[in-house]
């Protein structure tokens, strides 16, 4: 391999900056260490009788599971109502603000509304509860401090234990999401496997991923038909059949004979190839002189 340009090379940004900061394999293993014991401390204190109630209440939904949050809790809240999608479970995240602007039209009586706050004291959050229970959603609050404001004002609540934020100030929360985001994708695989859902199923909402393609897709749904192919005959001249070769999109010409009975391809690195041979020979030779058979 070649050596990156002088200016590029990243081998020892050190010694050309004198104020470039370091971290420690050993800080960083720590890190790594502590953030492990957080959610060792969340595995061993979750009350699995909550999760119980919470699961089969998702479950057991005749509408739409809602999930609503504000900043990192919002994005976790917001994955987690996709994944459910993804099983084929009806969901939506409902944003707090757009809710009190029109969108808790969307709420019904048979609705669940899963709210997502670290602290439960979330402004938008307290707001927005009311205003759903005048619309006689069911309300689950996902919390994880005990005896909060939103807990008490819902008709569940699941305490997320967190010993404490991985961050130095104990305020960043990066060890609360993480649970969050454990939490939720646990849940979302109890339902998936309570429901019974067949590999076929999920990958009916996964077409264009490769569970889908593997098992939706046949060959008759991703081929080309024959007036999408590059065809040619073998006695056709290479230089007549370069708007075929390129404008197809397959990289080669399907070399037939009068029946369509294929006799060889001729691709487009055989003709970077053969001009290279040939020269200006190329414009005399025929595509069944040089095709592969």
Known sequence: MGSLPPSLDLSSPSSKNPHHKHISETTLLNLFKSQQDHLNYFFQNLDLSQTLSFTETLLNSRGTIFFSGVGKSGFVAHKISQTLVSLGIRSSFLSPLD?????????????????????GSTEELL??????RAKEVYLISVTS?????????????????????????DLAPVTSTAIQMVFGDTVAIALMEARNLTKEQYAANHPAGRIGKSLIFKVKDVMKKQDELPVCKEGDFIMDQL????????????????????????????????????????????????CNR
């Open 127 to 132: 707001r927005l509860v009311p205003c759903a």
């Open 145 to 169: 401090v005990s005896n909060n404001a939103l807990a008490n004002a819902c008709d569940m609540n699941v305490l997320l234990p967190l010993e404490r934020e991985l961050c130095p100030f």
């Open 243 to 290: 708007v075929e070769l390129t404008s197809k999109g397959c990289g080669c010409l399907l070399v037939i004979d009068e029946e369509y009975h294929l006799l060889g391809t001729f691709t487009d690195g055989d003709l970077r190839r053969t001009l290279k041979a040939s020269g200006e020979a190329i414009f005399k030779l025929t595509v069944g002189e040089m």
């Open 99 to 119: 809710a009190l602007h029109g969108d808790i039209g969307a709420l019904s009586s048979a609705d669940v509304l899963v709210l997502f706050s670290k602290s």
